[in-house]
């Protein structure tokens, strides 16, 4: 009796221990395969996303950046520029800027001279209005006064500069577009009475049939009247800047 209580015992205590070894095995995790799974791996999801390349230095797309989205600098073959590149800055030589550089002698051709409609009374010239024009194809820029010569009958060295007394204000400079014209008026000491006339001075009154016209930086230029020959006395005359405004 005593054994067969002993064998009893023993075979519940066995079938004990197996169940809770059971359960234990049933509370292990496995991976996909069945085997146990490593608890210090973190889940595939926390993983980055981005972490993998897409085409990197062969043109793959990255991630943020659609087809022609790019702001970098330009390349040779055309491609843009950022608006804060230097490049995209104009030094005034380029397009859309600005030239103001002083016309030349090459850029300017001065006009004949015609009678001002205000001149002092006489019989002489008395005053006369003219005009230096650009005739380039770029702006360029004309300054202050003109000079004046009673022309040497073709031979520069023997012109006569005319004494030059300046009236008016002297704008820095006239900035002239292609076509367009800069004017000036010269007043001269009117001959007075009729035919050859006289001066008042007692001086033999002076007849040139032309002048010449200095203009800075641009050269001399030899005009005439359209209207007889100029007349004046004194080898004097009185000129105004040149302006953008025809003067009358």
Request: net charge neutral; aromatic share 4%; proline share 8%.
């Amino acid at each position: 009796m005593q054994y067969t209580a002993c064998i009893g015992r023993t075979a519940a205590a066995l079938a004990t221990a197996m169940a809770a070894a059971a359960l234990m095995t049933g509370c292990t995790p496995t991976g996909d395969g069945g085997g146990a799974v490593d608890p210090s791996a973190p889940p595939a999801a926390s993983r980055p996303a981005g972490s993998t390349p897409t085409g990197g230095d062969k043109g793959g797309t990255t991630s943020g950046g659609g087809s022609g989205g790019s702001t970098g600098v330009a390349s040779p073959s055309g491609g843009s520029s950022p608006s804060s590149s230097p490049s995209s800055s104009s030094s005034g030589g380029g397009t859309g800027g600005v030239t103001k550089k002083p016309c030349t002698v090459d850029d300017v051709e001065v006009s004949e001279a015609h009678h001002a409609d205000v001149r002092p009374p006489g019989t002489g010239t008395g005053a006369a209005v003219l005009s230096v024009t650009n005739t380039s194809a770029s702006s360029c820029k004309v300054y202050g006064f003109p000079t004046v010569a009673a022309a040497g009958n073709g031979s520069p060295e023997k012109n006569q500069p005319l004494a030059t007394t300046h009236t008016g204000p002297a704008a820095a400079n006239v900035l002239l577009a292609p076509g367009a014209r800069a004017w000036t008026k010269l007043t001269f000491v009117q001959v007075q009475g009729e035919a050859d006339g006289y001066c008042e001075s007692g001086a033999t009154p002076a007849g040139h049939p032309t002048l010449v016209i200095g203009v800075l930086g641009a050269g001399k230029h030899q005009i005439a009247l359209d209207d007889g020959v100029f007349a004046f006395c004194d080898g004097r005359v009185t000129v105004t800047a040149w302006s953008s405004a025809k003067p009358s």
